[in-house]
């Protein structure tokens, strides 16, 4: 069981840049491919970034690319969603997610249901 908590969402203005972060509770996170997903009100959790284990491959949703920077040290566990140019349609809840992955070290997953764990999320708001 790996227990996923995220910091640093907030309420920022537009053009303002925020870095989530996300540590897990497992001594070996290297072991698990990440991502991050964000869920709007009224509207369902969405895809936003994902990180192989390795580290050495990143996808993004098109929304945020150029905008957004998924990256990880598996050395001091966290793994970070440096997001810049902040608009109000990024404004959500922010997630992370972990799959356990020990036989790829570089795919990367853009499914929810492709996720094993979860956190609780942290809010991201962001006024015009």
């Known amino acids: 069981q790996v227990q996923l908590v995220e910091s640093g969402g907030g309420l920022v203005q537009a053009g303002d840049s925020l870095r989530l972060s996300c540590v897990a509770s497992?001594?070996?996170?290297?072991?698990?491919?990440m991502g991050w997903f964000r869920q709007a009100p009224g509207k369902e959790r969405e895809f936003v970034a994902a990180i192989s284990r390795s580290g050495t491959t990143t996808y993004y949703t098109d929304s945020v690319k150029g905008r957004f920077t998924i990256s990880r040290d598996n050395a001091k566990n966290p793994v970070y969603l440096q997001m810049s140019t902040l608009t109000p349609e990024d404004t959500a809840v922010y997630y992370c997610?972990?799959?356990?992955?020990?036989?790829?070290?570089?795919?990367?997953?853009?499914?929810?249901?492709?996720?094993?764990?979860w956190g609780q999320g942290t809010q991201v708001t962001v006024s015009s």
């Open positions: 497992s001594r070996t996170i290297s072991d698990y491919a």
């Open positions: 997610a972990a799959r356990s992955d020990p036989f790829a070290l570089s795919n990367y997953y853009i499914k929810p249901g492709e996720y094993n764990y």
